[in-house]
């Protein structure tokens, strides 16, 4: 029973894990298993010490509250991290074929123009073999 340790101290009351010692009134009360925070009438939260008598609930709140905002932004961070990194690993895996394909482009067209420019060239040494009787 947890009121024995009623006018005792903190660190007696709270070595049984079901008591919640009231700093204020100085009480040792059973903790109210069913609320998750207890009720104002029995011990107000700053007041309330549960597990270790250096945090009120209070402080636990706050506490557990920026802990658990902070990994979810965190988390949220992580998330929007990796989704970028997967888009710009698509659009780079994207970009160099769309480069390769031009690139090919132009060199198949430097290819006729050689080709073209070869041509040409054959046909003005032949025109000039024909003229000076070379052929």
């Known amino acids: 029973d947890c009121r024995q340790y009623t006018n005792r101290s903190c660190e007696e009351c709270l070595k049984n894990v079901t008591c919640l010692w009231c700093a204020s009134s100085g009480r040792c009360v059973e903790y109210p298993v069913r609320r998750v925070l207890p009720p104002a009438n029995l011990c107000e939260l700053r007041s309330a010490r549960w597990g270790v008598c250096w945090v009120n609930f209070e402080a636990l709140i706050i506490a557990m509250s920026v802990v658990g905002g902070t ?8 998330c929007c991290c990796c989704c970028c990194k997967k888009k710009s690993k698509k659009q780079v895996s994207e970009g160099p074929d769309k480069d ?3 690139a090919a482009r132009e060199r198949e ?4 123009r050689q080709e ?3 041509a040409e060239m054959k046909s003005r040494h032949d025109e000039i073999r024909r003229k000076y009787g070379t052929v």
Do not use: P, Q, S
Request: proline letters at 0%.
């Open 71 to 78: 990994i979810l932004i965190m988390l949220g961070v992580c």
């Open 100 to 102: 390769d394909e031009r």
């Open 109 to 112: 067209k430097r290819r006729v």
């Open 116 to 118: 073209e420019r070869r």
